[in-house]
């Protein structure tokens, strides 16, 4: 069939785009910390029940050591601080925006490769890099405009704190790739990345267990299952996006060149635009719009 990795990333992109409305519409109701480790735990069933059907057994232990200290710490610093920022961005400065400022972990995770494993980088990379910040720059900096009486559109605050929150969302999830691919590289191959994903998400499963102990906020999460629509929207997020949209991703990379999927998982930014006129009713600027598109060109620059 012609086109089958192109529309299996345009499918992949969508998935992802449904996970972060049905992740902000959970937070909003629940909060994000309590979101996160039902999505993890949703996530750790779901990837179980793969591995045991695929492989007779649920999670990789015939891994070395080095594949688990990496992907460990991949998954603790990646789905658990990563993902807590990221969670609080959504609450704070909406899905369209905080994706948007995240899709900077591409260029972000560029540098950080660049820096310590010794990657090299085009002129037109880097050029990717800058337009991809600038992109960005156009959607956050640009002014609020006050609300008015006569229209049913609301307008999104982007507050300070919530750009740092998609920050440290941004820079887990770009340092957690890179202790991802560290640790999935053995032999000069890669490991199943379905299996790596596991180990991942046990570490932060084991995180958010440690912390809601020690901080006794476990009456949190017992008030947040109680909540059946925040529990069903977790459940549908994490079929979505961390099950269905990471399998997904994987067979693009069957069908297209990886500069070219990453270039197609890239368009996140601009699906959620749709999404958040005519869903959320909220105001969307034509400079708004216009730095997501540039956001992703500079993405594209840095995946030639």
């Known amino acids: 069939m012609a086109y089958t990795g192109e529309l299996i990333a345009l499918a992949t992109v969508l998935c992802w785009t449904m996970s972060a409305q049905f992740f902000e519409a959970a937070s909003r ?8 480790i ?6 750790l069933i779901l990837f179980s029940i793969l591995l045991l059907i695929r492989n007779g057994f649920p999670v990789p232990l015939h891994f070395s050591a080095h594949a688990w ?17 990221l969670f609080k961005a959504l609450v704070e400065i909406g899905a369209r925006v905080a994706m948007l400022i995240f899709s900077l972990s591409a260029p972000a995770t560029a540098i950080i490769g660049w820096l310590f494993l010794d990657e090299t980088y085009t002129l037109y990379q880097w050029l990717g890099m800058l ?14 405009p006050k609300p008015s009486a006569s229209s049913s559109r609301t307008v999104r605050n982007i507050s300070f704190k919530g750009i740092l ?7 887990g999830q770009a340092l957690g790739y890179v202790l991802s691919k560290t640790g999935m590289k053995e032999g ?15 570490a932060a499963f084991l995180c958010f267990l440690i912390y809601f102990s020690i901080t006794g906020k476990w009456k949190n999460i017992g008030t947040a ?7 069903v929207l977790t459940a549908a997020g994490s079929v979505v996006g961390p099950f269905l949209g990471v399998s997904l991703s994987l067979l693009t990379l069957h069908y297209l060149t990886t500069g070219v999927a990453s270039t ?6 601009v699906f959620i635009i749709p999404f958040s006129i005519f869903l959320h009713k909220e105001h969307v600027s034509i400079r708004a719009s216009a730095g997501a598109v540039i956001a992703v060109f500079g993405i594209y620059l840095l995946m030639a």
């Open 188 to 202: 000069g191959e890669f490991l199943d990345a379905f299996s790596a994903t596991q180990i991942r998400v046990i």
């Open 165 to 171: 929150y998609g920050i440290g969302g941004m820079l």
């Open 131 to 144: 337009v991809t910040l600038f992109g960005v720059g156009m959607v956050i900096l640009v002014k609020t």
């Open 225 to 231: 299952l109680k909540d059946r629509k925040a529990v």
């Open 264 to 269: 197609f998982l890239s368009l996140v930014p």
């Open 29 to 36: 109701r629940v909060g994000a910390t309590p979101v996160n």
């Open 38 to 43: 039902i999505r993890i735990t949703f996530a």
């Open 69 to 85: 200290i990496y992907l460990s710490l991949s998954g603790i610093i990646g789905f658990f601080l990563g993902d807590i920022f």
